[in-house]
């Protein structure tokens, strides 16, 4: 058989085809008539949609990558403060993207001196300002002007921000963070983790089982919730509104980063998956691969389905743990399928046209609010022939493509974000 390689091309490749898919499930979702099962399912619902697979299979890629990365820049000689400051810069760069992005579905454009599209355009330029791969050749001196341009843009438009509804105007505010900021907490907490315990594969399975617990624990009859206006605190079912440890946990809310885990399970399962994986390859029993991750997603599926009826069921928008363990199930076969296409069988070539997405995801993510918006603004709709039903379907289809194309022309202009 074919020796396997250390770094996989068939991670680049279950990203790229990831990112195609999310762009076409969020365009999709404004178009009229489509089947169910492609959707997202409702919050109460106990099911769901293709479009509940792609985030939770993007967080997983996360985990998968995240171990290459980090020993890559440990065998070019950072050190370990320089390794913890790049972990730092990436979250935070994804947790005020994320910031900026939940608080434009709250913008009140009757309240603000600028309209929703016009704020979200400047806010995705900013970032693109601030955390654009800038060439070396470039003059340090332009560059720092372009970013602090972006800074001070971003700055601005904060100051500027209105959200709410009519009577209950308020500023900017954290309430779930949006994509890229679950991913920001995500990657930070996975990568802590995996610093502290230096990669070593038993201790990133005992990570993972303890949030694992957490999100069963979060979804069963121990669950804890904090209700929206912050007033009150519910603990398997008993209220604690007014007392010591109802105000401890309010306050808290805030900092409470790990929520019910979900999130960081997702991402650690990638990390585990990318430890089995290097470990087999090390000792030489690349053999046992295919049965290892074949074994290990069918047992995620298992247990998914297994867990289902005691923990909510299975939901994305409650982040159940079904819902995290089929969806890493689904992934691990997946990435499982993709090693024997793309790193045994050679076919790379095959993926080529989607590369820019596996390589300049951040900028795939972010140049459909360009197209989004800018459409928008000028007042330009689709006509419904091509937004209702399968041609609605096929038109979110070829936006995707079309849009991972374009990120391709500007990738080879080096005009891509790089964190």
């Not at 898919?21 to 293709?50: C, Q, T, Y």
């Not at 005020?96 to 603000?112: K, P, T």
């Not at 971003?154 to 921000?161: G, K, Q, S, T």
């Amino acid at each position: 058989m074919q020796q396997l390689p250390k770094r996989l091309l068939s991670i680049d490749v279950l990203r790229a085809i990831t990112m195609l898919l999310m762009i076409f499930v969020n365009d999709a979702s404004g178009v009229k008539h489509i089947p169910e099962w492609i959707d997202h399912a409702k919050g109460f619902e106990d099911r769901m949609g293709f479009a509940d697979t792609i985030f939770p299979a993007f967080l997983f890629i996360v985990g998968l990558s995240l171990p290459f990365a980090i020993n890559n820049r440990i065998k070019k000689g950072d050190s370990g403060r320089q390794v913890l400051f790049y972990i730092l810069i990436r979250s935070v760069a994804l947790l005020i993207m994320g910031f900026y992005h939940v608080n434009l579905e709250d913008y009140n454009s009757s309240a603000a001196i600028i309209p929703k599209a016009a704020w979200a355009l400047v806010i995705t330029t900013t970032f693109f300002l601030i955390w654009l791969d800038y060439p070396e050749t470039m003059a340090k001196a332009k560059r720092y002007s372009l970013q602090m341009l972006g800074i001070i843009m971003l700055i601005a438009m904060a100051v500027i921000y209105k959200g709410g509804e009519d009577g209950e105007v308020r500023w900017m505010e954290p309430s779930w963070w949006g994509i890229l900021g679950l991913i920001g907490w995500a990657y930070l907490v996975c990568a802590l983790i995996f610093v502290a315990v230096k990669g070593k594969l038993n201790r990133l399975v005992v990570a993972w089982v303890v949030l694992i617990a957490i999100n069963i624990i979060a979804h069963s009859v121990f669950k804890i919730k904090v209700t929206r206006d912050e007033e009150m605190v519910t603990i398997a079912g008993n209220n604690f509104t007014g007392s010591f440890l109802g105000n401890a946990i309010i306050f808290l809310k805030p900092l409470w980063i790990i929520h019910d885990a979900s999130t960081m399970t997702l991402t650690m399962g990638g990390v585990v998956i990318s430890g089995i994986y290097a470990k087999l390859v090390e000792q030489g029993k690349t053999q046992r691969i295919w049965a290892t991750l074949a074994i290990i997603g069918v047992l995620f599926l298992f247990a998914g389905f297994a867990l289902r009826p005691y923990t909510e069921g299975i939901s994305k928008i409650r982040s159940t743990p079904a819902w995290v363990l089929i969806c890493s199930g689904i992934t691990t076969l997946a990435f499982l399928i993709l090693i024997y296409v793309v790193d045994v069988k050679g076919k790379i070539s095959a993926f080529n046209w989607i590369k820019p997405a596996g390589t300049s995801t951040l900028t795939c993510y972010l140049i459909p609010y360009f197209q989004v918006f800018i459409l928008e603004l000028l007042h330009i709709n689709y006509p419904s022939i091509i937004n209702n039903g399968f041609p609605g379907l096929l038109r979110s289809f070829l936006t995707a493509v079309i849009i991972i194309l374009f990120v391709g022309l500007l990738e080879k202009k080096r005009l891509r974000l790089k964190i």
